[in-house]
């Protein structure tokens, strides 16, 4: 089975899709440490596109091209960086490997359209991703969290919450 | 028909059919279901973040926890993802082993699983007892091999722990004789079983166009007539070089699922047996002598997939150049095939709930994570 590679579907996006695709840049992980070699810059082969033309492109993937099963949606916290890494991955129900979409978004104002209006597989994905590192995923039928307690405060998954402590527990005694 | 006032009931999170710690919010007509809302997070632990303060070795244990049917599976896949990370060789006989224990686990899960799923239908125990004393045989084979009955932490970078203890082979031959004899009874005592007739014909139906796009894995899928197998889709480790096929079903409803479940026995022991047949010839030993098991994988993230017995597993991993993962996400089976569980019951009657939710077969530990 032959299926596009990441630099194909990276050329058929430009194409069709101008402006979804975006120019991956090198990211560094965490701070440089005080001793030894710093480690290498995080970078990706995979497709960055724009946020706001998501739904456009994992729409052009099934309608056009085919990859009709959204596998999986997985976050990334860069927190030295500043943004949040979304990653989807397509595949063919014929088979074969995934095309995976990325995307970036600033920590600061993390909002992404969501797939669930047309792709009612993204439901618990990103309600989990919404519920672990508080995405705001604009179109949502039912953005409500899907492990926490409704009334729970901050974002589990984040890197930046506090692993120790017990903030959460009897805060109303 | 006389419109009746509607009700909420909870289903849940204390019931014996939940499979676990699982709670239904049941809007209700009378006794249909006009709608339904699954309740997560009895048994969160945020699996994730403790994972991702572990060391990769220290993770291998704990994906056992996941899903604690097939903690085989669930070892593979996190095995794989890290050894693609960083860039570890399995020898030959290794991923052989590796495959036997995998297809063993998805014949003791599906006997479990339409074991319980019989005890959902009111038919007590005895279907149960059946497929627990198959399983029974299986985790003797598991302890022998591995040391542990469930938890089976077995798989390491590269190979798995140990070699398969000398008197394996044969009693696993003995397992495969005895085998076919117990699927049959098991597929007699049910397919021809009024109860089972009139509880799972034409119940929860789930249409292929639906499946596909509520992104469905396993035999779910499967049983909805979408014949798409990772193994066979993408194939991983060894799965190339056995003869296998893929089981489908027509509708879509409860007793497509059954019956696909039932194949896929039959079809794990075909794999089964190719693998006794070519294990003596297979390359190098156990594990690779150069994996270092305590990794320390370059700046990358990786992806695998298997198909574990309940349906797609997948481990997304992200290095950051240290021993521990910087992200580590599960992408499990049993909680994407629930997302269909509105869709499936809306229209049936509140007993039928059960039984549909105990064909789609889950865990709560691995729902929840």
Known sequence: MARLSPAELRERLERDLPGAVVETTPLQISPPPAHGPPPGPYSTDDTLVAPDLLVEAACYLRDQLGYAFLSDLAVVDFLHAGLFELMYRFYHVDGGPALVLKLRVPRADPRVPSLTPRWPGANFHEREALDLFGIIFDGHPYPKRIYMWDEFEGWPMRKDFPRQGDKYIGEDE | ?369
């Not at chain 2, 419109?3 to 049941?26: A, C």
């Not at chain 2, 297809?103 to 339409?114: C, S, V, W």
């Not at chain 2, 019956?259 to 190098?284: F, K, N, T």
């Not at chain 2, 629930?338 to 865990?363: E, F, H, N, Q």
Request: proline letters at 6%; hydrophobic letters at 40%; a negative charge.
């Open chain 2, 1 to 369: 028909m006389l419109k009746t006032e509607e009700l909420q009931i909870n289903i849940g999170p204390q019931h014996p059919s939940t499979h676990g710690v699982f709670r239904m919010v049941v809007t209700l007509d009378g006794e249909t279901v006009i709608d339904l809302k699954p309740v997560f997070g009895y048994l969160h632990r945020n699996h994730e973040q403790i994972a991702e303060q572990n060391s990769y070795l220290q993770n291998m244990p704990y994906t056992d926890r996941l899903d604690y049917f097939n903690s085989m599976a669930n070892n593979h896949a996190y095995a794989m993802a890290v050894e693609r990370l960083a860039g570890i060789a399995v020898p030959e006989r290794a991923e052989y082993i590796r495959v036997l224990m995998v297809e063993l686990t998805r014949i003791l899960n599906h006997a479990g699983a339409l074991g319980f799923l019989l005890n959902d239908m009111g038919m007590w125990q005895t279907q149960l007892a059946f497929g627990m004393r198959e399983r029974e045989k299986i985790l003797d084979l598991f302890e022998a091999a591995s040391g542990a009955r469930l938890m089976c932490n077995y798989f390491r970078f590269g190979g798995v722990a140990r070699d398969l203890p000398p008197d394996f082979v044969p009693h696993l031959r003995e397992l495969l004789v005895a085998m076919p004899a117990f699927v049959d009874e098991l597929e007699r005592l049910l397919r021809e079983n009024e109860i089972l007739i009139q509880r799972s014909e034409g119940i929860g139906i789930l249409p292929k166009e639906l499946a596909l796009a509520y992104s469905v894995t396993g035999p779910v899928l499967r049983g909805s007539g979408v014949p798409y197998d990772v193994r066979k889709a993408e194939p991983y480790s060894v799965y190339d070089r056995f003869d296998f096929d893929v089981p489908v079903g027509s509708v879509g409803d409860v007793y497509d699922r059954f019956l696909v479940r039932i194949e896929e026995m039959r079809q794990s022991r075909r794999i089964i047996e190719q693998i006794i047949e070519q294990l003596p010839d297979a390359q190098g030993g156990h594990i690779n002598p150069k994996a270092r098991q305590n990794v320390r994988p370059p700046v990358a993230d990786s992806y695998a997939r298997i198909e574990s017995p309940k349906g797609e597993l997948g481990f997304y991993l992200v290095s950051d150049g240290s021993t521990r993962p910087y992200r580590y996400k599960v992408r499990a089976p049993s909680f994407i095939n629930l997302t269909p569980l509105g869709d499936m019951c809306r229209g049936y009657k509140v007993a039928d709930v059960v039984v549909i939710l105990g064909s789609i077969d889950i865990v709560m530990g691995e729902v929840d994570r």
